[in-house]
């Protein structure tokens, strides 16, 4: 099966790309679940009003519980990702820590892109600057957020006063990035209507030449060559 392929339905009249295969939306949809779970919970936590209306509606949850099943769930995206898909994986965590000159140039007019002008910006591959810098902080902050969140699950009565409150900063810091994170994710999601890329794992091959040009290129390449993956 080719790496990346055009969607071939008759009923389609604009030829499409797969962006993301079913392996790489499912540890999408797992990453999300975790993390709002663990972001409500912890919330309820930090915020005891939250606490006493969540409790209004449904009596029995326990934020506690939401929060440890989160965790577990969050901690075995990388496996999982591994699993159904470990090309997919690798390829993420390269290219996400690779800047070209064309990733530089894209992050010095990211301005326009965040205003919804992605016609004329720099060429891009797979992933733009802006999405390369959001996948990287993604990484950094999840492992941060999973080694600081271990050391106050099981480090009580090892760590002491003093490391536990450390635990407890960087955990809470890094969830604040990470939701920063989210929320430009959304919106980037929002202004570029990015959801159905997602859902359905195809984009148009129209719009992927305007924000992705140098991936196209390499998918007519790839296609032209019979190169498969």
């Given at each position: 099966m080719n790496f990346f392929?055009?969607?071939?339905?008759a009923n389609h009249?604009?030829?499409?790309?797969?962006?993301?295969?079913?392996?790489?939306?499912?540890?999408?949809?797992?990453?999300?679940?975790?993390?709002l779970m663990l972001l409500f919970s912890g919330l309820m936590v930090l915020w005891?009003?939250?606490?006493?209306?969540?409790?209004?509606?449904?009596?029995?949850?326990?934020?506690?519980?939401?929060?440890?099943?989160?965790?577990?769930?969050?901690?075995?995206v990388p496996i999982l990702y591994l699993l159904v898909d470990r090309c997919g994986a690798r390829q993420l965590l390269v290219e996400s820590f690779t800047y070209d000159k064309d990733?530089?140039?894209?992050?010095?007019?990211?301005?326009?892109?965040?205003?919804?002008?992605?016609?004329?910006?720099?060429?891009?591959?797979?992933?733009?600057?802006?999405?390369?810098?959001?996948?990287?902080?993604v990484v950094i902050f999840s492992a941060t957020v999973v080694f600081s969140g271990l050391a106050l699950w099981f480090g009580k009565g090892y760590l002491g006063p003093a490391g536990l409150a450390?635990?407890?900063?960087?955990?809470?810091?890094?969830?604040?990035?990470?939701?920063?994170?989210?929320?430009?994710?959304l919106y980037f999601t929002f202004v570029y209507k990015a959801l159905s890329a997602m859902t359905t794992g195809y984009v148009p091959k129209e719009e992927a030449m305007i924000?992705?040009?140098?991936?196209?290129?390499?998918l007519e390449h790839q296609s032209a060559s019979g190169k498969s993956f």
């Amino acid at each position: 099966m080719n790496f990346f392929r055009s969607c071939e339905n008759a009923n389609h009249s604009e030829e499409k790309l797969l962006r993301y295969r079913v392996g790489q939306r499912l540890v999408h949809a797992v990453l999300a679940t975790s993390f709002l779970m663990l972001l409500f919970s912890g919330l309820m936590v930090l915020w005891p009003p939250l606490l006493l209306w969540v409790r209004s509606v449904a009596p029995e949850i326990s934020p506690g519980l939401i929060h440890r099943i989160g965790a577990v769930l969050f901690v075995a995206v990388p496996i999982l990702y591994l699993l159904v898909d470990r090309c997919g994986a690798r390829q993420l965590l390269v290219e996400s820590f690779t800047y070209d000159k064309d990733d530089i140039e894209w992050l010095k007019h990211a301005w326009r892109y965040f205003m919804g002008h992605a016609v004329g910006m720099p060429p891009q591959g797979r992933l733009n600057a802006g999405q390369k810098l959001h996948h990287a902080g993604v990484v950094i902050f999840s492992a941060t957020v999973v080694f600081s969140g271990l050391a106050l699950w099981f480090g009580k009565g090892y760590l002491g006063p003093a490391g536990l409150a450390l635990a407890a900063t960087i955990h809470g810091l890094s969830m604040l990035v990470l939701t920063v994170l989210l929320v430009g994710h959304l919106y980037f999601t929002f202004v570029y209507k990015a959801l159905s890329a997602m859902t359905t794992g195809y984009v148009p091959k129209e719009e992927a030449m305007i924000e992705h040009p140098k991936w196209v290129e390499e998918l007519e390449h790839q296609s032209a060559s019979g190169k498969s993956f």
